[in-house]
């Protein structure tokens, strides 16, 4: 029968128009401004730099070793590196960003930076409403602006913000530990050089041995 | 050219097929109007016996799905030249990928045809694997057929959706498809933190893996797309308006495909059995059994259908790889993503994308970018016989015909 095709056809759509009265499946928008669905985990906008602690510039984990810069495929990020060093969370000294800006009108959100990051210093925010009236100066983001704290990263990437925490509190510990055989060496050594003094030996070979791998383990 | 019959008109006995109105428009064509190697001459002396309409379609034309531009001569209401012009969304892709490094190259393959990213990630990543002699993890290997398949899937489904919109049915189709698509990308956003621009693929793996509730999730989804097709099957296979619209429209002759090097869903209605994942057999697609449907008449409504076909064999190999898919790593850790210079020497990556062959062509000099970094677009290639299929047609069948293309004109114009 001509037509037949197309009565096939309406009543696939009326199935579609009464099913959405009856199955909340069929029901695939939300009205925005008013619902909002939470971003998944994964989600990623633009990138914002992690600090620990209170003060953002004392604990800002950015070392400013440029490699985000280098590696940035649309080029939107600048850093200018520090010629003073701050100690960083394991103490070690280490340079910082004197400025540090993102242009997010050029960043395509590619996550690239949060990759070759070895600091674990850029994440991906998921913030996503940022439009803003000066198209200039509004959408260059500058230190200030970038730096969050590490409970906020934690609140919007649970699991990747464990696994990095779990990751720097076992390197904090080494170094602790590092630090604790390198002053207990030192004060061995002491002890033994006050022995040794009284006794007259040469105890110095053991304690060259012992701070060598503490070097190495601060990168 | 038979100017006397107009597609719908023409009834009359075919030897070619079933349906009325296949009209053997290459060998009609005169032999002016041959190709001459890229700098042919424009052909201005009219062909018909009135005046000729040149209407420039585009640019900003909602048929041409982007900037993308037909200059069409007009003898009435018939076609008798179209010259299709692109270029206007040049980006400089090619040289952008010679000047920084691999990693960096990965993120605008995303942008090539936006509508999958998940296979221009793959395509590329291929091509560097090769030049790289790298090795994929199993599971890794899994989760790129399953996010190919998805992305298929999706991209069939839209481009069927435009397709039918083009023909006048603004709306409906095109939003059951979109709903399809939007539990797609929502899978996918869980998994790559992105819903378009995936960025996921790495040489060598892929970024993070799927958790096992992800797993769940995408089965799940999985089983619900074969009613998704019956679906989109009972409401547009069978309707006369469809059928009367496209059936003997613009019409490839398997020969010319061939030597046009049409490749994708699009040779395949034309009747030719080429699909890479059967060729080449490339990642681990020789693993799953599947079908690879073809077309007998080459016209839209046989593109239509391959497509609609097609998106069936992606759920079969997506309910195989998700019912097979291994625990494992994903990414060797060991593998290094800054500085990564592979030897020297040239690889071509390529794999069966939604739209047709996608190749990735590179050739390293050893340093850390490519020298030589070379997109085999499918929807460029693809879209080079537009005006043999539209000799002959009318302007409302030039936009069903370009639509059928399924062009993206970020990959055209790269």
Known sequence: MFGEGILKGLAETARNFFGSFVSAERLTTVEYPEQRIAPFEAARVFPFLVYDGEDWLAGLRCVACQICEKECPPQCIFIEKSKDKKPDFVGKPQSYPMRFEIDISVCMSCQICVEVCPFEAIKMDTAFELSTGDRFGGLLLNLTQLAKPNAYYRQIHPTGAAEVDARMAEEMAKAEAKAKTATDAAAKAAADAAATKAADATPAAGDASQSRPDEESRR | ?414
């Open chain 2, 1 to 414: 050219m038979s100017e006397s019959q107009s597609h719908s008109a023409a009834a009359g006995e075919n030897p070619e097929g079933r349906k009325p109105g296949s009209q053997n428009l290459v060998s009609q064509r005169p032999e002016s109007q041959k190709l001459e190697g890229w700098n042919r001459p424009a052909r201005t002396e009219p062909e018909a016996d009135g005046q000729l309409l040149e209407v420039s379609m585009g640019p900003h034309h909602p048929s041409t799905h982007g900037v993308f531009r037909m200059d069409v001569a007009l003898d009435g209401e018939r076609v008798i030249r179209l010259r299709p012009v692109f270029g206007y969304l040049h980006r400089n892709h090619e040289k952008l990928g010679e000047g920084q490094s691999y990693l960096s190259s990965m993120p605008y393959t995303d942008r090539l045809d936006y509508f999958c990213s998940l296979s221009n990630n793959w395509a590329y990543a291929l091509a560097v694997e090769k030049l790289a002699g790298q090795q994929v993890p199993e599971r890794a290997e899994y989760l790129r057929v399953i996010l190919a398949e998805l992305t298929r899937f999706q991209n069939h489904a839209s481009s069927i959706g435009f397709l039918i919109q083009e023909m006048g049915a603004s709306g409906t189709p095109l939003m059951y498809a979109f709903r399809e698509r939007e539990k797609i990308l929502d899978l996918f956003e869980e998994l790559t933190g992105a819903r378009m621009m995936c960025n996921y693929m790495r040489f060598g793996g892929c970024r993070v893996d799927a958790s096992p509730a992800w797993l769940e999730k995408a089965r799940a989804r999985v089983a619900a797309l074969p009613g998704f097709v019956d679906e989109f099957e009972r409401l547009l296979a069978t309707n006369e308006i469809l059928m009367a619209r496209c059936q003997g429209v613009g019409i490839l002759r398997p020969e010319l495909a061939v030597n046009a090097g049409v490749t994708g869903p699009m040779l395949r209605a034309s009747g030719v059995g080429y699909d890479i994942r059967k060729v080449d057999g490339y990642g681990i697609y020789n693993r799953f059994s599947f079908r690879v449907p073809l077309g007998e008449h080459g016209d839209v409504y046989d593109r239509f259908m391959v497509r609609l076909l097609e998106m069936r064999e992606s759920v079969k190999i997506l309910e195989q790889a998700l019912k097979e898919i291994p625990a494992g790593p994903v990414m060797d850790p060991r593998l290094k993503l800054r500085n990564f210079r592979p030897k020297p020497g040239e690889a071509y990556g390529r794999i069966e994308a939604p739209k047709g062959e996608l190749g990735f062509y590179l050739i390293s000099d050893g340093g850390p970018n490519p020298y030589r970094y070379r997109v085999r677009p499918p929807s460029l290639i693809n879209l080079t016989i537009l005006e043999d299929m539209c000799l002959g047609h009318s302007v409302a069948d030039v936009v069903l015909i370009s639509g059928s293309v399924d062009i993206v004109l970020g990959e055209v114009d790269r």
